[in-house]
T-cell receptor
């Protein structure tokens, strides 16, 4: 099935560090979404981006919709233990069929 | 406002059986999408319903089917289960086209 390229695949960081992950695609999207998933649970929406170039923050999270509409990044500042989980980007283009990234597994050590 | 509800949360079946999963969307949401999540394939789109009509379908065999009721609740059915159908099945609810999708906790299906 179709998936977006997401990197890095996993990250092991110390509490308090900043984190950056990104998503790229060969196709353009009208909407980029970032979700976080905890084990055994469904993805929870973190940030939604609707316009190329848009930069949006949600607390310690900041995400940007790339100008080319083919990429997006998510930054987490001052990481804390509860940031542990798998982060997924997802794109939408003229349909309601979400195309998901491969995920970034984040581990935060105290 | 209550979130997306999925039942059951866990299910164990054997090969050849069939299974029905249920999803109740957020109140006021008329669209429901279903996704399959496996370690190997990640999150893959199954189908989408709006006002009882299937609007989009993913690349899955005909053993996977779904429907939506007039109250927007949705069910998906998998017939003749195979080992590879073991997965977390996620339902997402949203108001309508291009609206943000909110996920339920999922149903973990294990096929033995």
């Amino acid at each position: 099935g179709q998936q977006l390229n997401q990197s890095p695949q996993s990250m092991f960081i110390q509490e308090g560090e900043d984190v950056s992950m990104n998503c790229t695609s060969s196709s353009i999207f009208n909407t980029w979404l970032w979700y976080k998933q905890d084990p055994g649970e469904g993805p929870v929406l973190l940030i939604a981006l609707y316009k190329a170039g848009e930069l949006t923050s949600n607390g310690r999270l900041t995400a940007q919709f790339g100008i080319t509409r083919k990429d997006s990044f998510l930054n987490i500042s001052a990481s804390i233990p509860s940031d542990v989980g798998i982060y997924f980007c997802a794109g939408l283009y003229n349909t309601d069929k979400l195309i998901f990234g491969t995920g970034t597994r984040l581990q935060v050590f105290p | 406002k209550a979130g997306v509800t999925q039942t059951p949360r866990y299910l164990i079946k054997t090969r050849g059986q069939q299974v029905t999963l249920s999803c109740s969307p957020i109140s006021g949401h008329r669209s429901v999408s279903w996704y399959q999540q496996t370690p190997g394939q990640g999150l893959q789109f199954l189908f989408e319903y709006f006002s009882e009509t299937q609007r989009n379908k993913g690349n899955f065999p005909g053993r996977f089917s779904g429907r939506q009721f007039s109250n927007s609740r949705s069910e998906m059915n998998v017939s003749t289960l195979e080992l590879g159908d073991s997965a977390l099945y996620l339902c997402a609810s949203f108001r309508g086209r291009a609206d943000t999708q909110y996920f339920g906790p999922g149903t973990r299906l294990t096929v033995l």
